[in-house]
């Protein structure tokens, strides 16, 4: 194969220059932004490959593609398709540096959590050994169906990366979520990846994309002393930190869970949970083993007051009104800032009104890489098995998420972390 035009005139400092890339084409709407993206890729320097179901083929051809790409794409499980030097269209599973499907409908996403190989790409992807990023196009209903959610939910656990779909105009005429990300969004998802990546291939593995760090959790709410019975607290059940904890443990991290109060038992695959109780010891614990981490996700509900004198004996009861004095509990962000050094750390703002502005100033104020936003109420909140959330870079929102289950929650975080990570340590480019 001889190298295109453009792939010949890409910038060199490029993470995707010289990249093996494999798009997989699925039947949608949204194919003909494939070709925008086979073009993007392209001008970058990667070397593409193109492989097309049936139905992608109704809605645009593969000579679009070919021409664009300058290989022979592949439609055929059974054809024997020659580029790249010595390379068939079955090796093309092992040439791959990453792999792409975009659009992935839901049908193919479906297949793919089942398991089913039934045509080009499906039966291409079921011999993949390196990362395979999916970007989901469909109809909004279709991508909030139950079964849907499932299934991506399963994905992201077995090592996919999912680039989400947006809000926007859809095929159907209407607005809704489930339209695919520009091409443009997409390349720099890429880019992004593949830049903080090592040279080796690594195989999808659930254990895989955070393996070699070590990811500091805290989870629960925090409770402070009035008397020897009676404490502060509030309505944290520690799900949401519980579920990052079992997330990161899923795709590999070493995880360590610093936990207030909670009835929940110790998420599996997590390496040490510290219990504790008050602001103070949840610091001390945290501080301890700040060394060992390179994500903080500060989950936890931390108390903001104290009673400021703790009664030795238990207090009685009486006709007269109880004053309680409260002080400043520690604050842990603050505390720990000056030590963060090159860590990723990422906070957590639960309010009742104007969650943007809140964790915004949040963001700015505490030296934050990141903020996830939620509000109280509409099934969402400390005490709830569902939540709604809002993630904050220095440069604005990054992810809106729909109402999900916590655990499905915990997976679009630590996908905003992982890309964000990968931005932070990618090289710099001249």
């Known amino acids: 194969m001889s190298p295109s035009p453009a792939s010949e005139t890409a910038d060199r400092n490029d993470p995707l220059h010289g990249k093996r890339v494999v798009l997989c084409i699925t039947g949608g ?25 049936p139905n992608a083929q ?47 409908s839901y049908d193919v996403l479906g297949k793919l959590h089942a398991g089913i190989a039934d045509d080009a790409v499906t039966t291409f992807l079921a011999a993949v050994a390196c990362p395979v990023f999916l970007a989901p196009a469909m109809n909004d209903l279709m991508w909030k169906n139950p079964v849907n959610q499932r299934n991506v939910q399963g994905l992201r656990a077995l090592g996919y ?20 990300r520009e091409p443009d969004a997409i390349v720099e998802a890429l880019r992004g990846f593949v830049a903080a990546r090592p040279r080796t291939k690594a195989a999808i593995a659930p254990t895989g994309s955070l393996a070699g760090r070590t990811v500091l959790v805290t989870a629960g709410g925090t409770r402070e002393a009035i008397d020897p019975v009676r404490y502060v607290g509030n309505r944290s059940s ?36 510290a219990r504790v109780e008050t602001a103070a010891e949840m610091l001390v614990a945290l501080q301890s083993r700040l060394a060992q981490c390179d994500v903080l996700l500060m989950t936890a509900a931390v108390a903001d007051y104290r009673p400021a004198r703790v009664a030795t004996k238990k207090l009685k009861r009486s006709a007269d009104p109880l004053r309680l004095e ?22 957590f703002a639960l ?80």
């Not at 664009?68 to 791959?96: K, Q």
């Not at 409260?326 to 906070?347: I, M, N, S, Y």
Request: net charge negative; charged share 20%; hydrophobic share 45%.
């Open 351 to 430: 309010e009742t009104e104007a969650p943007e502005t809140e964790a915004r100033a949040k963001l700015a104020r505490k030296g934050l890489d990141l903020v996830v936003a939620n509000r109280v109420g509409d099934g969402t909140g400390p005490d709830t098995d569902t939540n709604r959330v809002w993630i904050y870079d220095a440069q604005g929102l990054v992810l809106e998420t729909a109402l999900l289950p916590k655990p499905q929650i915990a997976t679009a975080i630590l996908d905003v972390v992982e890309a964000a990570l990968a931005r932070k340590e990618a090289p710099a480019r001249v």
């Open 238 to 273: 520690g799900r949401m930190g519980y579920a990052l904890a079992a997330a990161a443990a899923a795709r590999g991290a070493r995880v360590l869970l610093v936990s207030g109060p909670t009835h929940l038992e110790a998420p599996t695959g997590v390496a040490e949970v």
């Open 326 to 347: 409260l002080e400043p509990a520690p604050d842990l962000l603050a505390t720990l800032q000056p030590e963060k050094g090159g860590r990723f750390f990422v906070g």
């Open 161 to 180: 990366r999912i680039i989400d779909p947006e809000r926007g105009g859809l095929a159907c005429s209407w607005e809704g979520e489930g339209r695919m």
């Open 29 to 53: 709407i949204a194919a003909y932004k494939s070709a925008y993206l086979t073009r993007g890729l392209v001008r970058s320097g990667a070397e593409v490959m193109v492989i097309m179901t």
């Open 58 to 104: 109704r809605f645009v051809g593969p000579l679009t593609f070919e021409t664009l790409s300058g290989n022979p794409v592949v439609t055929s499980t059974f054809e024997r398709v020659h580029a790249l030097g010595a390379v068939e269209h079955v090796d093309l599973a092992t040439w791959a540096d990453v792999v792409l499907v975009a659009p992935a």
